[in-house]
């Protein structure tokens, strides 16, 4: 009976607040534009996985959310091998280590968040993968390291290897080595940022965010001016917002770049389409709220879906949620929330929300800034 190695790591959400859309490099991920995102609490959006690793495993196995998966593509293929070079060195250093680099795996993992409908499983799941075999390796590599594997795996998984506000640098290198997760700021630097979340399809996305890359990059007159043009001097504000705490400018740039972000998928050919109806109306309905109480108090982006994700501090908390809440109180998400806390402000009536709003959207989710990877004495068993 030969012994089985196991570790367990889980990892987060992140929701780009500059968004990344499109690569220089699809063979190694290379985005055309750096990025910035908000790290999401685990205890309301994770992905949890747990490896196992014995020599009398025939072969790499894959099991997500209790299902198998195929584990024979290019961008699982290149996060493992980078994991086992970095493990055999270790090996070849210490001759008494057991040589995990040449046996296979057995990776379990599960989301507490519906995947593939754009709400950035990818990223937490590459992300929990890259941490749990890095602890099962027992590898030296600090996060912005492990990033670069992750980065591999999925562009955006590499920011989910921090907590708090995350920085995807572009580099410039043509190996890839540059490009790499940074972190802006811990959570603790803006404690009070919150998220809530509108889940308005749980369903698999039409188009896949590879695929729309690929056709917005190849089709798109819009896009050569988004990242050459746009995205550089945002980058800039952004990073400045965040250390400043400046919400007024975090959540104006949060929503034009998911509109810009959004604007270069309609244009490319054929146009494609992540925001719905329901999409269309919550924007207008934040945009409401921010004119009522004459400044930005939430703010609105956008992923590959139509998932709603709205930013706000905590201390306006009563008035955004209370805008929310009186559209969507029939939908669920709100148990632990005190409505009776809420209120919506006297420039937004009661009776001018479209209330057409809550038919399209199934539940909210809430939650705030969060930490990245962490161990976890959690361990899955495959089916």
Not at 139 to 155: F, N
Not at 165 to 173: F, I, L
Not at 331 to 355: F, Q, R, Y
Request: glycine content about 6%; some cysteine.
């Amino acid at each position: 009976m030969h012994e089985i190695y196991t570790a367990s790591s889980s990892a987060p959400v992140n929701i780009a607040v500059l968004k990344y859309w499109g690569k220089r490099d699809t063979n190694l991920n290379l985005p055309t534009n750096s990025s910035i995102s908000v790290t999401l609490s685990q205890k309301d959006l994770r992905t949890l996985t747990t490896v196992n690793s014995s020599r009398n495993f025939e072969k790499d196995s894959l099991y997500l959310n209790g299902v198998s998966h195929s584990i024979e593509n290019d961008r699982t293929t290149n996060c493992l091998e980078q994991l086992r070079s970095l493990r055999q060195q270790l090996e070849e250093d210490d001759p008494n280590l057991p040589k995990l680099s040449q046996w296979k795996l057995h990776i379990i993992s599960e989301n507490n968040f519906p995947t593939a409908a754009g709400l950035a499983s990818s990223a937490a799941g590459f992300a929990a993968m890259v941490a749990a075999i890095s602890k099962l390796y027992e590898l030296p590599q600090d996060a912005s390291e492990l990033s670069r594997i992750a980065r591999k795996g999925s562009g955006s998984a590499c920011r989910s290897m921090f907590g708090g506000y995350v920085a995807w640098e572009m580099g410039e290198k043509l190996d890839g080595t540059d490009s790499k997760a940074v972190q802006i700021a811990p959570p603790e630097h803006w404690p009070n940022m919150k998220a809530a979340i509108c889940i308005v399809s749980d369903l698999k996305k039409d188009v896949s965010s590879t695929s729309g890359m690929q056709t917005t990059v190849q089709t798109s007159e819009l896009f050569q001016y988004r990242v050459n043009q746009v995205v550089p001097p945002r980058y800039s504000q952004m990073v400045d917002a965040i250390k400043n705490r400046d919400f007024e400018t975090f959540g104006t740039l949060t929503m034009k770049d998911s509109n810009s972000f959004h604007a270069t998928c309609l244009d490319s050919y054929p146009p494609i389409f992540y925001l719905t109806d329901t999409s269309k109306k919550i924007i207008k309905l934040i945009h409401t709220l921010n004119d009522a109480i004459g400044k930005v108090v939430a703010a609105y982006t956008f992923d590959a879906g139509p998932n709603a994700v709205i930013y706000y501090e905590s201390e306006n908390e009563e008035v955004v949620l209370g805008v929310l809440f009186g559209v969507l109180s029939n939908v669920d998400g709100w148990n632990e929330m005190n409505s009776a806390t809420l209120k919506v402000p006297e420039g937004v009536p009661l009776s001018s929300l479209d209330s057409t709003i809550a038919s399209g959207v199934s539940r909210v989710i809430l939650t705030q800034v969060g930490e990245g990877p962490k161990e976890s004495d959690m361990f899955l068993v495959a089916p």
